[in-house]
């Protein structure tokens, strides 16, 4: 046992330097002593999400809350890396179990609503994101979704107050400028989709979508001269 737990202090100060690698090695020498360690499959699922390996990181946090079912940020992990490996449904069933446990968590709502959004379901979307904002008004990410989904439905005013206000509280984010960018093409806006086009390629000079775009509105431009 007191192996295991200087294996357990070794792989958690290697975490904490941010040395996945090298922590992932410690933790499987765990699990080559006792397969069924908790902390050792739970820390293996958070090295690889961190790493991006959200595949892998599925295969540990699963295990890990069999191990232990009541341990919320094991359920938590679980649930981004469902929702990275395009699992919407059961990262949305984990969200929604996990706000009836902590109902304040203005997170756990944006990101159930970024789950009903790539569901397609836009009501549910909306009334999650608006309860995200409720506890938490100074985040853009609802606002952008929002705005996506009111642009999705062809309501573009809609969607440019939603985009601009989560502009106004990220200035230099490539997605939130984009999406006013074609909101503002959409309503014949030509000029104004150029202006914050030239923003958007100031963050990304290579972007395909933004000088496709840009291109279009330059066109349109001259063809309503």
């Known amino acids: ?82 929702h990275e490996t395009g699992d919407f449904q059961s990262a949305l069933n984990i969200y929604l179990d996990l706000i009836d446990k ?26 999650f994101l608006n309860k995200s904002l409720l506890l938490n008004k100074d985040q853009h990410e609802p606002y952008l979704i929002i705005g996506i989904i009111k642009k999705i439905e062809k309501k573009f005013d809609e969607a440019l107050n939603y985009l601009l206000t989560a502009g106004q509280i990220n200035q230099n984010n490539f997605s939130i400028l984009y999406h006013i960018a074609e909101s503002h093409y959409k309503k014949n806006n030509f ?15 290579d972007n395909k979508d933004a000088l496709s775009l840009a291109a279009y509105a330059h066109f349109e431009m001259g063809s309503h001269l």
């Not at 294996?7 to 410690?26: M, P, Q, R, T």
């Not at 390996?53 to 679980?78: G, M």
């Open 1 to 82: 046992m007191n192996n295991i737990n200087n294996l357990l202090s070794e792989g958690l100060k290697n975490f904490n330097k941010k040395k996945y690698d090298k922590a992932i090695k410690v933790f499987k020498k765990i699990l080559d002593i006792q397969k069924n360690n908790f902390q050792a499959n739970h820390a293996l699922g958070v090295c690889y999400g961190a790493l991006k390996d959200h595949t892998s990181s599925k295969k540990f946090l699963e295990i890990a809350l069999n191990i232990n079912q009541n341990h919320l940020p094991t359920k938590y992990n679980l649930a981004i890396s469902n």
């Open 191 to 205: 000029q104004e989709s150029i202006n914050y086009l030239q923003k958007c390629l100031s963050l990304e000079q």
């Open 102 to 127: 902590d109902s304040k968590n203005f997170r756990l709502y944006l990101n159930a609503g970024n789950c009903y959004f790539k569901l397609s379901n836009y009501e549910n979307a909306i009334s």
